[in-house]
């Protein structure tokens, strides 16, 4: 069977203005990522380049705007970028983006971070950094308003310390460990400030990730756990408390993998 042609749209971008007029950034790209889809044949179908333009949503970039008219009318059928971050910050852009070219049978691969959604294991690595950046950024809405709601009927203060539900996950961490494992290709470790919070990054991880069609094989420990495990087979997720991630310290013992650099996708907006 003669293999399937692949067709890419490069995307590049920079952030700032002084970048933009530097060129460097953008020409280290687009360099790295020609010479990339060369070595591996694949068929380069247009440069899309936003210079000097925040990644936080799509709207106020014209060639992701024009790249994405283009994945709609099938002129490609992937599309490669630097990093993640260069491609969106916006989780909500990732998300609607990700059903967009599934249903147009584009995949995105990202150079830097061995992210490939032509596969289920990329789909679902991307699916699970996002959570991840969302949980950085957002708590949901429903918990701190029932929350809120039940510390004022009991005459309590509202305060933005609401049950440990609002603190940022903290120190997120990818380490691809396929190589050195067989019990896995991925670990994600997180850590919550406290066992609520633990609880809460859980609860959440549990319910994106099942609306995406992910569901864990299993899931170790409690809702009193500072410690939770769970598996999705290819991705193992690690939620600590911040003084079980440090005793446990995962990050030491599997050293031998290789961290991921997300931190550019997991920053504010």
């Not at 032509?118 to 969302?134: C, H, L, N």
């Amino acid at each position: 069977m003669k293999k399937k042609e692949v067709i890419v749209a490069i995307y590049i971008r920079v952030s700032t203005l002084d970048q933009a007029r530097e060129g460097y950034s953008l020409k280290m790209q687009e360099q790295t990522l020609r010479e990339w889809c060369k070595e591996k044949g694949y068929i380069i179908y247009d440069l899309y380049a936003d210079r000097g333009i925040s990644g936080k949503d799509f709207n106020h970039r014209p060639d992701m705007l024009r790249l994405m008219r283009d994945a709609k009318d099938g002129c490609f059928n992937s599309v490669v970028f630097w990093a993640l971050s260069r491609f969106t910050r916006s989780v909500q852009d990732l998300y609607n983006t990700l059903d967009k070219f599934q249903k147009w049978g584009v995949s995105m691969v990202s150079y830097t971070e061995a992210f490939d959604t032509s596969t289920p294991m990329g789909r679902a690595m991307i699916g699970i950094v996002g959570v991840f950046a969302q949980l950085e950024r957002e708590i949901t809405s429903e918990r701190v308003a029932a929350a809120m709601q039940m510390r004022a009927a009991q005459g309590k203060r509202t305060c933005s310390e609401i049950l440990g539900y609002d603190k940022k996950g903290k120190d997120i961490k990818v380490i691809d460990i396929h190589e050195v494992s067989v019990i896995a290709d991925y670990f994600v470790i997180a850590s919550g400030s406290n066992q609520n919070q633990v609880q809460a990054m859980v609860d959440n991880v549990d319910e994106q990730l099942g609306r995406a069609g992910y569901e864990a094989k299993q899931v170790e420990g409690t809702k009193n756990s500072a410690w939770v495990l769970m598996d999705y087979g290819d991705v193992i997720i690690h939620v600590f408390d911040e003084e079980n991630r440090l005793f446990y310290d995962l990050e030491r013992i599997w050293r031998d993998g290789k961290e991921l650099d997300v931190s550019e996708f997991l920053e504010e907006k």
